[in-house]
């Protein structure tokens, strides 16, 4: 990297994070009252909430991952977008109308107004901490790769300037204030992927390269990587390498010839292949072009099949029960506002998606060199500078940097609004200078663990989220608003049963998985993967002990879902304000 490209990286970082104070420091003056803080007073209308959902939702795992797994999986990892985007679907269909005339402020406050159960009320804040907090740690990890490869600085310095932002901003204005930073980031965002996508796509039809020659990716000069994780790569043919660190369990430093197989590199070995050289790739991916094209093959792994199923539940339905997503239908004047928001979202959020599938392929292509290390996340920080020399390649390079810090803040801004609601609400007395607490506190227990846990590909990472989210809130949200026999014991039995399930299975892989004598088989891959598993296990919970169990009274069953169902001109609809407080 030469020394213009720090420069303007420096540079374009510096922007997008003034430009985030700035505009959240003019949403600061409009925030006065504990309804600003947690829904914006219920005064955004669609278009606008529809920018500002969009630009909280495209996390780092779409605005890095979704590129990142595309080069190393192919055809299989496109379900990652494609589950994205359809998730709003079943939003729009089953929740967001009906969410929004609840009146409630937080999904526990709906928990409770629709059973009237305040342990339920309290399980489901535990629930919602747990899913942003789980969230919230692969975008800090995210912001130190991407700080990390662009500045060289250590990778906890990312982290922590970007959850120092987000806290200010979030402390400072709530709602009111980040709807009108995520509004913003979207469209920086959709700038800063689709400039280079475009430029790299006319630069792929005039360097006429094939897609899927049946052939392992190679490199077109003397590359280095240096691998940051332990990571298991697979060899087609023997090749030499010079190597330096631990191989296969040995120290190694210089040229050695590396049989055909699986290799393991320990983390901080450095690794250089010769200029027309296969490129390694990480065991169970892909190893050649036309294999790379074929869907079917999963993630690595001898169960492929369950791994997309599983990963298309989790991604269709988590989005249904993500709060920080949740929470924004709460902002809507009504229930039509929040049907327009969310079909406003699938188009915006569908046009974005097109973008990092092109930077996947292009990173396969470009950078192959990714597909060795066992994560791919800077696939689309590294490609313009990879491809294109001098300064129109550092001038992408640098949008790419701020469209990156603009995707960690939008998302982190939206968790830790929805963290803070519920703490500040359920935990501490619902005053401003609570909200301002919580958020404080929020951010500080998941920016400590984003340095300690495991770092997956983002998209891996908030995919376990989005299990987390399917196995619980979703289930609570579907039953809720449409089974009338759903009971608080139901309720709370489906939420322990789906968020132990997926929340172990979580906790397990972002501590490392489990041991190689286990890692090939089917708990692997449950642990991996396991929306499958979770989620009917959860909808089983809830209906089966809400059969057996006693619920509310016929009559104010039927007024509840007069009120969640009827439209608003009848005026059946009352707003759950709670009494303002003083700062």
Known sequence: MNTATPVLTVAALIVAAVATVAIGAYGVRLARTTSDFLVASRSVGPRWNAAAISGEYLSAASFLGVAGLIAKFGADALWYPVGFTAGYLALLLFVAAPLRRSGAYTVPDFAEFRLGSVRLRRLAALVVVLICAVYLIPQFQG?????????????????????????????????????????????????????????????????????????????????????????????????????????????????????????????????????????????????????????????????????????????????????????????????????????????????????????????????????????????????????????????????????????????????????????????????????????????????????VVASLDLSRTVGLAFSVAASTLCPLLALGIWWRRLTAAGAMAGLIVGGLAAGGATAVSVAGGLSSEVAGGWPAAVIGYPAAVTVPLAFATMILVSLATRGQDAGVVGRIFVRMHAPERLGMGIDRERALRPR
């Open 143 to 451: 912001a130190g790769l991407t700080l990390r490869i662009l500045l060289g600085v250590p990778g906890w310095v990312g982290a922590v300037a970007v959850a120092a932002i987000v806290a200010a901003n979030v402390a400072g204005g709530g709602m009111r204030s980040i709807t009108l930073v995520q509004a913003f980031q979207y469209w920086l965002k959709l700038t800063a992927v689709a400039l280079p996508a475009l430029v790299l796509l006319g630069h792929f039809f005039a360097d006429d390269r094939p897609l899927g020659a049946p052939a392992p990716p190679v490199v077109t000069e003397r590359t280095t990587v240096d691998i940051t994780t332990d990571v298991v790569v697979q060899i087609e043919a023997a090749q030499t390498f010079s190597v330096s660190g631990t191989l296969d369990g040995r120290a190694v430093d210089g040229p050695v010839r590396l049989d055909a197989g699986t290799h393991e590199f320990a983390a901080g070995t450095r690794l250089a292949v010769d200029a027309g050289g296969a490129v390694p790739v990480v065991a169970g991916a892909p190893a050649d072009g036309a294999t790379w094209l074929e869907p079917g093959r999963g993630f690595g792994g001898k169960y492929a099949l369950y791994q997309v199923y599983s990963l298309m539940v989790a991604t269709f339905l988590g989005t249904m029960g993500l709060p920080h997503v949740l929470v924004r239908f709460y902002t809507n004047p009504d229930g039509r506002s929040a049907r327009n928001t969310a079909v406003a979202v699938i188009g915006l959020v569908g046009v974005f998606y097109l973008f990092p599938v092109l930077l996947g392929v292009f990173a396969r292509l470009y950078v192959p060199q990714l597909l060795i290390t066992g994560t791919s996340d800077a696939a689309v920080v590294l490609l313009p500078g990879a491809v294109l020399s001098s300064l129109p390649g550092q001038l992408l390079a640098a949008l790419v940097a701020a469209g990156a810090m603009a995707a960690f803040l939008s998302t982190s801004s939206g968790l830790l609004v929805s963290i803070a609601g519920v703490l500040s609400t359920d935990v501490l007395r619902g005053r401003v200078r609570d909200f301002r607490l919580a958020a404080l506190g929020g951010a500080a227990v998941p920016l400590a663990l984003s340095v």
